[in-house]
């Protein structure tokens, strides 16, 4: 499981400088789905890059089944970001790399080639996301949803224990939307994976979540599972997430 | 009014020689260059503040030393350095002569070029391979350049068309090659007939080189479905 015990990320190095995460403290089961939830700017894309040190925080821990993993670096720290996968907004896929050699890709990380194991695992995984036929395409020949997959498919050949999803969704159609929620879903169900998902939508925590964060201006103002959060709101930052204000007060 | 043949028959072994030395100087020190340039280049995107290994003091120092390369006028960068280049090459003149200082010249703005195509690379893409666990070498080597390739092979358009003007200063000061022929029958001899197949000379050159050039990025990017 993931422990994160009194986070905090501020950018420049005075004491006064503001603060992106301010004293987060989160537990996050494995096997569960964690939607973590905020305004643009309140904190979510720092949080989740925190937890894979693509940022470092500033003081706090984040234990991974028990270790600290916020001093970590070199191969150490490239082996913790292969237990945590991530997928992106704008999928990150490799323009001239074809759909399969991008799913390749983390096992060229790992070991430095690429075996005719990995290629098969690969397309497996590809096949699982539903884009065996699309393997020698190009990522500028799919549609967004279809990228997402292909970056999906990318996530698991990490053989990873978390995925992270940062605005995984934001770009994509409804429909799209839908079919790489149900995809994120499946996937948590059938392997166990742990899911950790960044949005600003509502919908997609009412969709697969099963417990949720609020977070605003850095800070923690609501956590609970999604059936009590979506009942009952009680910070005005969930109310407004879940449009259960007057929007033109 | 002599005819093209009798043109060529006087003056067509000179401008095919010329050409030859042109074309010598032109890809030799470019080829050092790049070799130069690339990683110079890769070492200037990556200690860039907020970049993948931030160094910014050795970042500042390199990009200093790559603008004051850059301020010289190819001219006097070439007359200045010529105790260097006697050193280096055993001589000051002539084309071996021309290889240091076209090499000072176009390494740092090669170097400029290539930063530039790295930069373009989108930042997502970068973060992603990150997160698969790649090592900063590995990100360079199997992300980065392949990435940026199309943008490096314009950039070689640029480079080589920079570099073919240098040339033809060089030449101007005894190191032979096309701009050396323009200036000797076409300035000090009023010869404007010889002028004028040099500077057509130097135009198809160019031309060749840029249309090459795009073509080759047009067939290695695959970010379009053509």
Known sequence: M???KNLCKSYGAQPDAPHALDDVSIDIADGDVMGIIGMSGAGKS???RCINLLERPTSGQILVDGQDVTGLTGAALRAYRRRVAMIFQNFGLLAQKTVLANVCFPYLAATGRVTAQNRERALQLLDLVGMADRADSYPSQLSGGQQQR???ARALACEPEYILCDEATSALDPASTNTVLKL??????????TVIVITHSMGVVEKI??????????????RGSVADVFAAPQSQAAKVLLERVDWDA | MPSLSEFFAEYGELLLQGTGETLVMLFVPTLISYVLGIALGVVLYLTAPGSLRPVPALNAVLGWAVNICRSFPFIVLMVSIIPLTRLIMGTGSGILGTIPPLVLSATPF??????????????????AVEACGASVPRVVFSALLPEALPSLVRGVAVVLIAVLGYTAIAGAVGAGGLGDIAVRYGYYRYQSDVMIAAVVILVVI??????ACDLLARRVDHRSNS
């Open chain 1, 2 to 4: 993931i422990q994160i």
């Open chain 1, 46 to 48: 720092t949080l989740v």
């Open chain 1, 209 to 222: 979540c099963k417990n949720v964060v609020v977070l605003e201006h850095g800070r923690v103002v609501e």
């Open chain 1, 150 to 152: 292909v970056a999906i």
């Open chain 2, 110 to 127: 090669i170097a400029r070029m290539v930063e530039q195509s790295l930069a373009e690379v989108p930042h997502e893409s970068v973060e």
């Open chain 2, 206 to 211: 160019v031309q060749l080189i840029q249309s």
């Open chain 1, 184 to 193: 994120l879903r499946q996937i948590n169900r059938e392997t166990g994976v």
